[in-house]
């Protein structure tokens, strides 16, 4: 009783000391926990067991809704805010059973890709955004780029002469990337070996999705039509979904409606 009654009283009163070792641990909100329990008469009455669980689930939660902020930061979205539960479904053609299970990003962890294709305004990057703040979510690496901004990237470290290398590395290394504007210009032989080597590097190791204008069968062309197209291809849609992203203009939809 003695030993309980110990630790309770070190739960409810925690000196400077105490205070700057848990911020040396990073656990802050820890601190913040404490102060908040202390505050209500009703958490100092609970068994300290039940205090314990309580301070361990805040923390937990604040750990992760941190590490969710960051994932969701450090993804670039070009539609930040693209909420799974916002995407409209009426009269697009959607297929709303593959989304939901799209949804639960367990093709992630199959490292299989996505392949949004439609037209200009149907809402492709919302989509993709979608899915990727899903990922977030469940604590996984995410990033978005379009390819132009991928390549000028790419442009960039050759002139600076610091190589391509680490760039692919970079990019290699997210569990989910998301290529928006995928086929949107004519690639140089050099561009088009850097996209094969990046999706060989991604190859069932992780996730991909691509947002295009273009129908999979137009892609051999726009490619280059030679053997690296058929390699590139053959790494994207061998393990992928495919989903048309609807008949509507979404942009000039919500436009009328705001």
């Not at 009163?13 to 700057?20: K, L, P, V």
């Not at 199959?110 to 990727?132: D, E, P, V, W, Y």
């Not at 992203?245 to 919500?254: A, C, P, T, V, W």
Request: aromatic share 10%.
């Amino acid at each position: 009783m003695f030993v309980v009654h110990h630790i309770m009283e070190g739960i409810t009163m925690i000196n400077d000391e105490t205070r700057r070792k848990l911020r040396e641990m990073a656990l802050e909100e820890m601190i913040t926990a404490l102060d908040l329990q202390n505050k209500d008469s009703i958490y100092t009455n609970l068994p300290f067991d039940e205090r314990i669980k309580m301070l361990v689930d805040y923390v937990y939660q604040e750990k992760y809704n941190g590490k969710v902020k960051r994932l969701l930061k450090q993804a670039r979205f070009r539609i930040p805010n693209a909420e799974f539960n916002d995407i409209y479904y009426p009269d697009r053609g959607l297929d709303r059973d593959l989304l939901l299970e799209l949804s639960t990003c367990q093709f992630i962890h199959n490292h299989s890709n996505i392949i949004f294709q439609g037209f200009t305004g149907a809402g492709k990057s919302f989509l993709a955004c979608s899915i990727g703040r899903q990922a977030c979510k469940q604590s996984i690496r995410t990033r978005y780029i379009r390819i132009p901004d991928l390549l000028m990237e790419r442009d960039e470290a050759v002139e600076e002469n610091r190589g391509i290398g680490k760039l692919l590395k970079k990019y290699s290394n997210y569990r989910l990337l998301l290529l928006d504007e995928w086929l949107l210009n004519d690639y140089s032989d050099e561009e088009l070996h850097f996209l094969f080597e990046l999706v060989e590097r991604r190859y069932d190791t992780a996730s991909t999705i691509f947002c295009t204008q273009y129908k999979v069968e137009d892609w051999h062309g726009r490619l280059g039509g030679g053997v690296l197209a058929d390699s590139i291809m053959d790494r994207i849609i061998h393990k992928s979904h495919q989903l048309y992203s609807g008949d509507i203009n979404m942009r000039e939809f919500l436009a009328k409606r705001s």
